[in-house]
């Protein structure tokens, strides 16, 4: 199957076309073609993602990402985006009745895409994947219309992503062009880090999943970015945090809690981390003003935070007798939790599932896998978002 994947949770726009076959235990993947736009310079000044900025950008961006995609991996009929101004003639008529109460609320996008979709072919593409869930609710909103839109205009069926079984199947994603030849043994525990999420999974095969814990406040990487915030790094503040605790050359005279790393249970707290952080920069001024305490501080930080995930890692792959360890999210990126999972995998004598730096971010690749998961299930013409979906 060639599918389309199209992610819209949060501030990176992306397209991606995935070619997928195989059985659903040991699916096969092979990315044709990838783009993400990321909005982080939007957002910056505010600190984090504004929702409606997210929307608005989405909306401008969507159509010129789905063209460079589509051409990158040699599906455009016709050669490049500029097709519409030299004038071609147009190759179907637009059922616009129908595509106006799709977008209803992105009449920018309605306008690109009645422009410039009905001058390009109808690409060899089987079936649409788009994020329907989680994510925040307006940014989501755009990528399901879009994709409804597509699967209107090309009759093409539309399958619904789960952006947390996404970032779990991120790990078979090969290079672009290259076939993955990742595949997972159940029972596997699943780790998914992200800014929103930070959750422990067992999984029994792909799309059998039992939650076996969560954060009960911050995601490990909205407390990376929160953390950044108090050292005065910039938003996202989780890759320069980590840069800068690279640089530690002194030891942190404090010790940070770990909070919850022995509770009878998978869940994780890193609110309290976040706040005694906080505090020990204000009884002591000099942890931000002196560089190798800054310095040292983001080293604490970091250790606390991979403490706890291996922890209860370890205690979730005991209790699960898995075969090997998923890992998926943005906070997947960080050099110190990678070398710490690999130790984890190797004391437990288990395959280790982690994904390459261009997909831990969120990414349109792992939403066309995740899709192929539930190809063969009814689509719903009707996709909504729904900006609380669990796994
Ligand atoms: O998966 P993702 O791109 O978006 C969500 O689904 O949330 O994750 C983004 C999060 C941000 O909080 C970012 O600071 C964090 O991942 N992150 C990192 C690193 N790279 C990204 N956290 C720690 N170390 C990193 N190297
Ligand atoms: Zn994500």
């Known amino acids: 199957m060639t599918i389309l994947g199209i992610e819209t949770s949060c501030d990176e726009t992306s397209v991606a076309i995935l070619e997928a076959d195989g059985h659903l235990f040991a699916p096969q993947f092979c990315v044709l073609a990838m783009t993400t736009h990321s909005q982080i310079d939007v957002h910056r000044q505010y600190g984090g993602v504004y929702p409606t900025l997210a929307k608005r950008e989405h909306g401008k961006n969507l159509v010129p990402v789905l063209l460079e995609t589509l051409t990158n991996a040699g599906l455009m009929g ?11 003639p147009k190759m ?22 009645t422009k410039i979709i009905p001058s390009i072919e109808k690409p060899a593409i089987d079936a649409i994947a788009v994020t329907i869930g989680p994510g925040l609710q307006p940014a989501l909103w755009v990528g399901v219309n879009f994709a409804r839109a597509l699967s209107l205009v090309w009759n093409i069926p539309l399958i619904g992503s789960n952006h947390l079984e996404g970032h779990l199947t991120s790990p078979l994603l090969a290079p672009v062009g290259k076939k993955s030849k990742v ?29 076996l814990g969560r954060t009960r406040d911050d995601a490990a990487g909205e407390a990376f970015d929160k953390v950044a915030r108090i ?3 910039p938003y996202p503040g989780g890759p320069t945090l980590a840069t800068l605790a690279t640089t530690s050359t002194e030891n942190f005279p404090l010790t940070l809690p770990r909070p919850m790393i022995h509770s009878d249970d998978y869940d994780f707290s890193f609110s309290g981390l976040k706040t005694a952080v906080l ?12 560089e190798p305490l800054r310095a040292a501080l983001a080293r604490e930080f970091e250790e ?7 922890t209860k890692t370890k205690k979730a792959l005991e209790h699960t007798a898995a075969r090997s360890l998923i890992v998926g999210g943005g906070v997947a990126a960080n050099t110190k939790l990678r070398g710490a999972l690999s130790m984890l995998a190797k004391e437990s004598g288990i395959s280790l599932l982690l994904p390459l730096s261009e997909y831990t971010g969120d990414n349109a690749a792992m939403i066309a896998a ?9 689509s719903a013409a009707s996709l909504e978002a729904h900006g609380t979906l669990s796994l």
């Open 78 to 88: 016709s050669p490049t985006s500029k097709i519409p101004e030299v004038g071609l």
């Open 92 to 113: 179907y008529r637009l059922p616009t009745k129908e595509l106006q109460n799709i977008f209803e609320r992105e009449p920018e996008l309605l306008a690109q895409f």
């Open 183 to 211: 595949d997972a043994s159940f029972p596997a525990v699943g780790l998914i880090v992200s800014g929103g999420h930070t959750e422990l999974v067992q999984i029994e095969g792909w799309g059998n999943y039992t939650v």
């Open 231 to 233: 050292l005065g790094l």
């Open 279 to 290: 505090y020990a920069t204000r009884e002591r001024p000099e942890l931000l003003s002196r």
């Open 304 to 310: 606390a935070v991979v403490d706890v995930l291996i």
């Open 370 to 378: 995740a899709g192929y998961l539930h190809a063969n299930e009814p």
